[in-house]
Nanobody, 122 residues
């Protein structure tokens, strides 16, 4: 089992940047695939970015490709989401998640952070 704590959200102007962080507990962090999901008001939660256990492979939703970068540090039990060129439509609660299996399949995620609000507005 793994416990996740998200942080780094806030208010940013369009075109700005934010870096989300996720701290994971437990000694077995490296066995989990990791992802960032987001949920905007009135919409379903969706997978934004994901990374394999070995850090060699990543997945991005089409809406964030070229703007967001996911990374992980298995030695520090940390996952990050660097968000650049932010748009108002990126406004949502962002959740860090851990799972097993195919990292690009949202159904494989079992453990969740508490969420961090990202608001993109002028």
């Amino acid at each position: 089992q793994v416990r996740l704590v998200d942080s780094g959200g806030g208010l940013v102007q369009p075109g700005g940047s934010l870096r989300l962080s996720c701290a994971a507990s437990g000694r077995t962090f490296s066995i989990y695939v990791m992802g960032w999901f987001r949920q905007a008001p009135g919409k379903e939660r969706g997978l934004v970015a994901a990374i394999s256990r070995s850090v060699l492979s990543t997945y991005y939703a089409d809406s964030v490709k070229g703007r967001f970068t996911i990374s992980r540090d298995n030695a520090k039990n940390m996952v990050y989401l660097q968000m650049n060129s932010l748009k108002p439509e990126d406004t949502a609660v962002y959740y860090c998640a851990a799972g097993r299996g195919d990292y690009s399949d949202p159904k494989n995620y079992d453990y969740w952070g508490q969420g961090t609000q990202v608001t993109v507005s002028s």
